[in-house]
Each structure stands twice: as structure tokens, then as C-alpha cells.
């Protein structure tokens, strides 16, 4: 009898908590997720049911959450909606840049000109040495009173002079091919013969960079140009390319050459970017103002609209900032209506959903 009793009570709390829990909501049902779940089973009624006073009402189309708003609030929230265009985007190779210092250059050049001046000075000795040589030769063979030993003296001088004319050249030679290790044929030259752009370098109306390819890339043959900038700013520039380099960079592993850009807002040391073009064919797309576009678990997105009233939230993929806008290869399509102005409110609009109800903690 007793354990008839207790199976009896037993059954009766099961019975009890199998009501309660029938009851209650669920975990997921209530809030922002039970009314995705209600609309994407396609009962609207239940997911709008709290919300008749909103102004707008969350959806799904194809797939996506979308927004839908009436025309009136869409005015009043100032959302603007531009079609886009179709785009192509030259490809570029990807380097780094760093201002340098020509101050080494300059020291070079200044030890090259003494030693060709040290040179001058010894070929000018030189010639006297012979000419006296010479003349006292001349003398002694016409038994004149130059004795031996005075030829003799003349010639030593003249032997040391071409010694030492020998010495101040190989000297010469040694700056100039420790300066074409460190610096390359071509700036070495352009130092030494006046050139006109370097002496716009020394002037600082050019600034010398030494630009660094990335993954291992090689350099056109062709490549003259380059676009250089600190960031994607509107402060992006056109650079000349001048030599291959002989030294790597000491952050960045990869092949190096120099190139000469006006100095604006460049400072030595600094380091930017630098889009060297290529002849590959243009790559397609469509150009998304950065306006347009908003952050949201890390990710750029933008808000493209489906009819007059209807809005979905689209990731971006394979996108390049740039000066004019961000280059989208894949994520939107040209033709498709962007919203240029109002995002981030259909962004709040969306989610604002996810506040609980009163109703949803009773």
C-alpha cells in the first residue's frame, strides 16, 4: 500500500511539471528569435502581433532578413537609394614604400668629388714632374753642366707623382663602386653627372622611396609608373621608377626597387603604400561609396532595396578600398538599388527587434 502511494504522488508531479513546462515559453520563442522563427514558418500574424505599433516590420526575402518600411518613415529617416553601376578596376601590384634618407648618397658624392679633386691636384704635379724630366733629359744629352744624379732626382719625382696620380684614381674607383653597391648604377650616375631630377632629390622637391613587392612578386618589365599614398587617402601620388635596388628592406622580405615622387606630405622615414599597374585584363565590379557601407561582427555590409518598401542587409566579399569608394568584385551586382543614406537607421530598425517585449519576462 505504501508504495502504491508513492508511485501514485510520483506520477501526479510528473503530470504537474509536464503542464507547467507546456505552459511556459520555451527558450528561443520569445523576443527577437521567436519572431524570425514565427516568420520564416510563415505565421506573420504571430510575429507582428506585439509590434502593430512599429514603425516598420522585420521579414524574410529569399532567405535574407529584410526591413520594410513605409515610404513616409523612409522620407523622414532621410534614406537616399542610388543604382549601381558597372565598374572595372585595373589590376595593380601591391607594394610597400619607405621614404629614404639621401643623406648617405650625398656624403658619397662629397668624397668622390674630394678624391677627384686630390686626383687633379696629382696629375697636375705630374705633368710639371715630366716636363722637368724631360728637360733635364735633354740638358744631360747636351753635355751640358746636368749632372747624373739631378736626371736621376727628376725622375724619381716624376715616377713618384704618377705613383700617387695611380693612387688618388684607384681611391676614386673604390667610392664610386662602394657607393654602386649601396645605392646602384643608375643613382650613382645620376649623382655624379648632375642629374635634374637629382637635384630636385636634393633639394627635397623629390623624395627618393624604396619600394618592397609583396608574395613574392616580380616587377613588369615595362613598369614606369606607380601610385603611392599613406593609406587610401586623397593624398595618393604618382612615383617614377628609377633602378632595381641592391639591398632588401629590413622589415619586408621581397623584391626591391626605387622609384622618385614629389615630396608633398611625404617625409622621410615614412612609410606608405604603392600600386605598381600591370597590362592584365580589368577586373569587373561595381564601385560602393564608403558612406554606404556599415560594420557589424567585423564585416562590411550594405543595405540594398528590394521594392519601395523593402530593404535587405548584404555582406560584402572580395572588396579593395580605394580614394573614390570601395572596388566590390563579388556581395552586390551592378543594377542592384543601394541605399546610399539611412544604413545604420535600418540597421537599428532591424534589430530592434532583439529588445524583449514587456510581455516577454512574465
Known amino acids: 500500500?505504501?508504495?502504491?502511494?508513492?508511485?501514485?504522488?510520483?506520477?501526479?508531479?510528473?503530470?504537474?511539471?509536464?503542464?507547467?513546462?507546456?505552459?511556459?515559453?520555451?527558450?528561443?520563442?520569445?523576443?527577437?528569435?521567436?519572431?524570425?522563427?514565427?516568420?520564416?514558418?510563415?505565421?506573420?500574424?504571430?510575429?507582428?502581433?506585439?509590434?502593430?505599433?512599429?514603425?516598420?516590420?522585420?521579414?524574410?526575402?529569399?532567405?535574407?532578413?529584410?526591413?520594410?518600411?513605409?515610404?513616409?518613415?523612409?522620407?523622414?529617416?532621410?534614406?537616399?537609394?542610388i543604382i549601381l553601376e558597372q565598374a572595372a578596376l585595373a589590376p595593380v601590384i601591391p607594394a610597400s614604400g619607405k621614404v629614404v634618407d639621401i643623406r648617405p648618397l650625398l656624403e658619397f658624392r662629397s668624397r668622390y668629388r674630394a678624391a677627384e679633386s686630390e686626383k687633379q691636384i696629382a696629375e697636375s704635379a705630374l705633368l710639371a714632374s715630366r716636363q722637368d724630366h724631360e728637360r733635364l733629359r735633354v740638358l744631360h744629352g747636351e753635355a751640358s753642366n746636368?749632372?747624373?744624379?739631378?736626371?736621376?732626382?727628376?725622375?724619381?719625382?716624376?715616377?713618384?707623382?704618377?705613383?700617387?696620380?695611380?693612387?688618388?684614381?684607384?681611391?676614386?674607383?673604390?667610392?664610386?663602386?662602394?657607393?654602386?653597391?649601396?645605392?646602384?648604377?643608375?643613382?650613382?650616375?645620376?649623382?655624379?653627372?648632375?642629374n635634374e631630377v637629382f637635384g630636385k632629390l636634393m633639394t627635397n622637391e623629390y623624395l627618393l622611396l624604396l619600394v618592397t613587392l609583396r608574395d613574392g612578386r616580380t616587377l613588369p618589365?615595362?613598369?614606369?609608373?606607380?601610385?603611392?599614398?599613406?593609406?587610401?587617402?586623397?593624398?595618393?601620388?604618382?612615383?617614377?621608377?628609377?633602378?632595381?635596388?641592391?639591398?632588401?628592406d629590413a622589415l619586408i622580405q621581397g623584391e626591391t626597387h626605387y622609384f622618385y615622387t614629389p615630396a608633398g606630405r611625404l617625409r622621410t622615414a615614412m612609410r606608405v603604400d604603392v600600386r605598381i599597374p600591370t597590362d592584365d585584363a580589368p577586373i569587373p565590379g561595381v564601385t560602393v561609396p564608403a558612406d554606404s557601407i556599415i560594420w557589424y561582427v567585423d564585416r562590411p555590409w550594405v543595405y540594398l532595396q528590394k521594392d519601395s518598401e523593402t530593404f535587405v542587409r548584404r555582406a560584402l566579399v572580395n572588396y579593395r578600398e580605394g580614394r573614390d569608394g570601395w572596388f566590390v568584385e563579388e556581395g552586390v551586382s551592378a543594377g542592384e538599388r543601394l541605399v546610399l543614406h539611412g544604413a545604420q537607421m535600418l540597421l537599428s530598425e532591424e534589430f530592434r527587434w532583439s529588445i524583449p517585449d514587456e510581455d516577454d519576462n512574465l
Do not use: C
Open 1 to 81: 500500500m505504501k508504495y502504491a502511494i508513492e508511485i501514485i504522488v510520483l506520477a501526479m508531479t510528473v503530470a504537474v511539471a509536464a503542464f507547467v513546462f507546456d505552459v511556459m515559453p520555451r527558450s528561443g520563442e520569445s523576443g527577437y528569435f521567436g519572431k524570425l522563427q514565427a516568420l520564416v514558418s510563415g505565421d506573420r500574424d504571430d510575429a507582428e502581433e506585439d509590434d502593430s505599433d512599429e514603425t516598420g516590420t522585420v521579414d524574410v526575402v529569399d532567405g535574407d532578413i529584410a526591413v520594410n518600411l513605409p515610404w513616409q518613415i523612409q522620407q523622414q529617416a532621410g534614406i537616399e537609394v
Open 146 to 194: 746636368i749632372s747624373e744624379r739631378q736626371l736621376q732626382q727628376a725622375k724619381a719625382q716624376w715616377l713618384a707623382d704618377q705613383a700617387l696620380v695611380n693612387a688618388r684614381l684607384r681611391e676614386k674607383e673604390d667610392i664610386r663602386g662602394e657607393a654602386v653597391q649601396a645605392w646602384g648604377e643608375e643613382l650613382v650616375r645620376w649623382a655624379l653627372e648632375d
Open 221 to 248: 618589365d615595362n613598369a614606369g609608373t606607380a601610385q603611392v599614398s599613406r593609406g587610401n587617402g586623397p593624398e595618393a601620388q604618382e612615383a617614377f621608377y628609377i633602378s632595381p635596388a641592391l639591398h632588401a
